[in-house]
């Protein structure tokens, strides 16, 4: 079935250092994709979304680009804060149906100044 | 800005005991999900929801598992007879629809379920 991998974390940077968070997708036909975050104590948000190959989903410094010959969507911020230490997720939503999000396992990030 | 709400944001339990979770969806939307996440592990989908009957459901939502949408805005899980396994954040999640933008799922804060 369908699946997300994602790197494993956590990730640690020091304030104004880049991040990129690899994700990869494995589905039978043409998922949307998603990052959701979670910050410590609070539920999902949703960050960002990209619906179909060479969309680019940004949001709040964060960029994200469906690539389908390489099945990934990356999260990258090129300049990450203190206040964005969260887990990140990547989902996919599979095209059709009821559109049931299946989730990476999350990467911890945590910035320090 | 509209959001999902759940309650009760924490809940502890005797195993074997029956509980329910409630949730608020956004008010025009049609969808509704719950997904649980087991602590440090990944967010897993439950069921889904639409016009009053369940659409998709995983494996993990067996005969102990049931949702309802009593009234023109709540959206329920309950759980019969809980298990130690049953603990977990419990997430609602509602769309619009399906389409490139009403897709979108907005999530709830959770439920923290606790069986001892």
């Known amino acids: 079935g369908d699946s997300v991998t994602q790197m494993e974390g956590p990730v640690t940077l020091s304030e104004e250092a880049f991040l990129t968070i690899n994700c990869t997708y494995t589905?039978?036909?043409?998922?949307?994709l998603f990052w959701y975050v979670q910050y410590p104590g609070e539920g999902l948000q949703l960050l960002l979304k990209?619906?179909?190959?060479?969309d680019k989903g940004s949001n709040k410094g964060f960029e994200a680009t469906y690539r389908k010959e390489t099945t990934s969507f990356h999260l990258e911020k090129g300049s990450v804060q203190v206040s964005d230490s969260a887990v990140y997720f990547c989902a996919l939503s599979e095209s059709g149906g009821y559109n049931k999000l299946i989730f990476g396992a999350g990467t911890r990030l945590a910035v320090h100044p | 800005e509209p959001e999902v709400t759940q309650t009760p944001s924490h809940q502890v339990t005797q195993m074997g005991q029956e509980v329910i979770l409630r949730c608020v969806p956004i008010?025009?939307?049609?969808?509704f999900y719950w997904y649980r996440q087991i602590l440090g592990q990944k967010v897993e989908f439950l069921v889904s929801f639409y016009n009053n009957e369940i659409s998709e459901k995983s494996e993990i939502f067996d005969d102990q598992f049931s949702v309802e949408r009593p009234d023109g805005s709540n959206f329920t899980l309950k759980i019969r007879s809980t298990k130690l396994e049953d603990s977990a954040m419990y997430f609602c999640?509602?769309?619009?629809?399906?389409?490139?933008?009403?897709?979108?799922?907005?999530f709830g804060p959770g439920t923290r379920l606790l069986v001892l």
């Open positions: 999640a509602s769309s619009v629809g399906q389409g490139e933008v009403e897709e979108t799922q907005y």
């Open positions: 589905a039978t036909g043409y998922p949307s």
């Open positions: 990209a619906t179909k190959a060479d």
């Open positions: 008010s025009n939307h049609l969808y």
